[in-house]
């Protein structure tokens, strides 16, 4: 019922992750009433996209530059690397101001159901950046994956492939424990529990 | 903290409905994961649309021909003119493959904390339509905006100007009533009494 351009558009904007036919729909209509000079400026910013972002091929992260300004800088910890799933985990950790090691995006996690390791995710690449050869040597790798299920599959796969070629190299996770802000009531019993066991104090 | 091409198309994504800082986000993480075929594919569609997708100046629905195939359509009862909101309820009027009449989308409703038409609104060519000095006279309009607050006072309003230039022509409204699956208990009052007041039968 729609035209063949319309149907076009929401085809190609149902890829993007959780958008269905009614909110691709909606976007198509709101991109019409719009007007020709934001769907132009829509098309020149991924057209921008495609230019010039590119893979950082030392952390994985996406940036307009390879090597990114942070494997760049000379002024981060090259002993300490932060293992997370997605870029945007980067962004979440830079702005607590309190890292100043490197990093490394896998690119997602092992999904179990899938049956074998997805070729995509940057294993093999952490692996060789944490191999005993490499003239950098890491001293420590935080593995700050997201604490649910794939997180801790992956988390433990990669703990284990990592000890197994380097035995030296510290491995730690982030910590558990209550949410600033956070309810006793509400928390789940692994959080609390960990909460307990890890309590901080003189 | 992200890279100048990514925060640009960032702010490009959060101009359309209900897309903030986080989804934009995940949007543009979503394409560059996926790679520039698909990111090429979403650019070609978005240029289709610019480049073929136009509004039909009879009834103002978006189709790639002016005026479109409904207005075009020698099977259509030209006397009934079913004024509706947005381009989507076209589709969801024909789906039900009841009404044979012609179509109005008045391309939003008014809004009353804005003070004054959105010119943007097709009101004045509604009105032009429906004017007694149109040849082709139209004996009926159906208003069929959505029964919340701005699509009611849309609809007053629409009444009262279209019965001032021409008060031979019959207005109707769609029917209130439960809905298919619903629950007596759960019905507001006003739809209760609607259903009640309107109930069917021999």
């Not at 952390?59 to 690397?81: I, K, M, Q, T, Y």
């Not at 093999?124 to 490499?134: D, G, M, V």
């Not at 990669?158 to 509400?186: C, T, V």
Request: hydrophobic content about 35%.
């Amino acid at each position: 019922m729609y035209s063949k351009s319309i149907n076009r558009l929401i085809d190609s904007l149902k890829k993007l992750p959780s958008v269905g036919q009614r909110t691709a729909e909606r976007f198509v209509f709101h991109l019409l009433k719009s007007g020709k000079k934001d769907v132009g400026e829509l098309i020149l910013s991924l057209k921008d996209l495609v230019d010039n972002v590119k893979s950082c091929e030392v952390c994985w992260d996406f940036s307009d530059e390879n090597p990114c300004h942070v494997c760049r800088s000379a002024g981060r910890d090259r002993g300490l690397l932060c293992v997370v799933g997605d870029p945007q985990d980067i962004h979440a950790i830079e702005k607590t101001g309190i890292f100043s090691g490197l990093y490394h995006v896998l690119r997602g996690v092992i999904e179990p159901e899938e049956g074998g390791l997805d070729p995509k995710l940057k294993i093999k690449e952490l692996l060789a950046r944490s191999s005993p050869k490499n003239k950098t040597a890491l001293k420590e790798i935080i593995l700050a994956l997201n604490p649910d299920m794939e997180g801790e599959t992956t988390m433990m796969y990669l703990e284990r492939e990592i000890k197994k070629q380097n035995p030296k190299i510290k491995i730690s996770r982030l910590a558990r424990g209550l949410p600033m802000g956070g309810d006793l009531q509400y928390a789940d019993e692994i959080t609390l529990g960990s909460a307990l066991k890890n309590r901080t104090g003189k």
